[in-house]
């Protein structure tokens, strides 16, 4: 089971992307809770989370203040605003979900699902 991510693309820096992430038909149980980003040549690192019922929220230091996230119509969606972008925010970007639990934090052993990846440039 993939949750489905969508949204990426090439930006200037400066600019503004929207992801969004949402679980496969038919798999109505998930709820997607974090998104994290991959670079070349390094770890998967936290993003952000929000929880399932859209009223807390979690960011990485890096992305505070430029990067919002928020579900969408109901709690199976999951959006992640990104303005200000830099060059540094490069990377692949993943959506993911815990099994059996809500948790929204940074510890990615704790998420079980994930999205295929989207990638995100930003460059001039």
């Known amino acids: 089971v993939q949750l489905q991510a969508s949204g990426g693309g090439l930006v200037q820096p400066g600019g503004s992307l929207s992801l969004s992430c949402v679980p496969p038909?038919?798999?109505?149980?998930?709820?997607?809770t974090a998104w994290f980003r991959q670079a070349p040549g390094k770890d998967r690192e936290f993003v952000a989370g929000?929880?399932?019922?859209?009223?807390?929220?979690r960011f990485a230091d890096s992305v505070k203040g430029r990067f919002t996230i928020s579900r969408g119509s109901t709690e199976h969606a999951m959006t992640l605003q990104m303005n200000s972008l830099k060059p540094e925010d490069t990377a692949v970007y993943y959506c993911?979900?815990?099994?059996?639990?809500?948790?929204?934090?940074?510890?990615?052993?704790?998420?079980?699902?994930w999205g295929q990846g989207t990638l995100v440039t930003v460059s001039s």
């Open positions: 993911a979900a815990p099994r059996g639990s809500y948790y929204f934090g940074p510890n990615k052993e704790t998420y079980y699902f």
């Open positions: 929000v929880s399932r019922d859209g009223r807390s929220r």
């Open positions: 038909e038919g798999a109505f149980s998930l709820v997607p």
